[in-house]
T-cell receptor, first 114, second 112 residues
Framework: NAGVTQTPKFRVLKTGQSMTLLCAQD?????MYWYRQDPGMGLRLIHY???????AKGEVPDGYNVSRLKKQNFLLGLESAAPSQTSVYFC?????????????FGDGTRLSIL | KNQVEQSPQSLIILEGKNCTLQ??????????LRWYKQDTGRGPVSLTI?????NTKSNGRYTATLDADTKQSSLHITASQLSDSASYIC???????????FGKGTKLTVNP
């Protein structure tokens, strides 16, 4: 049982390049989330999804797009990477927002934009 | 504004000692409060979840308390081990929402 798997684990990009981060969960969870974690700050929500085919904006959505074509996958895209997007990105999933169930996190993607 | 404040920012203790981490929140409406442990280079892992009616909850050597009146929570670690070295993050879920408000964490170092 892998839980939440993020790929890649590390990536270095040049300003202006694009890339997609992949998150996969095998727990049949409805809800999936993308966060970023920066030094000295708490995790901040970028985008989230409440089910297959749905997406919604979080706290810091600018510069990112997401897609949830399959229930088990949640993709985060950077269309034109900027140095301000250097961060550690975490994906999480949960079964139901109304139940006191924890969010399960992946181990992160460390992204550097030069 | 919904906020979660944690103290101290960092803490160093000797193996075998106890410690208590603090969390104050100004989140409304309140749904539940979570404590996560985040090892270096890993994602956060849930330790406890406490709803409005729960005052104390234990998970092994970890005991969380919640005072909903004063909007304070604490995480007490008993007989610390080297493996307890990590960041501990307090998180409050906004009622009726899928959104969580994260504290900045307390970095705990347990030395031999």
């Amino acid at each position: 049982n892998a839980g939440v798997t993020q790929t890649p684990k590390f990536r270095v990009l040049k300003t202006g390049q694009s890339m997609t981060l992949l998150c996969a969960q095998d727990m049949n969870h409805e809800y999936m989330y993308w966060y970023r974690q920066d030094p000295g700050m708490g995790l901040r929500l970028i985008h989230y999804s409440v089910g297959e085919g749905t997406t919604a904006k979080g706290e810091v959505p600018d510069g990112y797009n997401v897609s949830r074509l399959k229930k088990q996958n949640f993709l985060l895209g950077l269309e034109s990477a900027a140095p301000s997007q250097t961060s550690v990105y975490f994906c999480a999933s949960s079964p139901d927002r109304d139940l006191p169930q924890p969010q399960h996190f992946g181990d992160g993607t460390r992204l550097s934009i030069l | 504004k919904n906020q979660v404040e944690q103290s101290p920012q960092s803490l160093i203790i000797l193996e075998g000692k106890n410690c208590t981490l603090q969390c104050n929140y100004t989140v409304s409406p309140f749904s539940n409060l979570r404590w996560y442990k985040q090892d270096t280079g890993r994602g956060p892992v849930s330790l406890t979840i406490m709803t409005f009616s729960e005052n104390t909850k234990s998970n092994g050597r970890y005991t969380a308390t919640l005072d909903a009146d004063t909007k304070q929570s604490s995480l007490h670690i008993t007989a610390s081990q080297l493996s307890d070295s990590a960041s501990y993050i307090c998180v409050v879920k906004i009622g009726g929402s899928e959104k969580l408000v994260f504290g900045k964490g307390t970095k705990l170092t347990v030395n031999p």
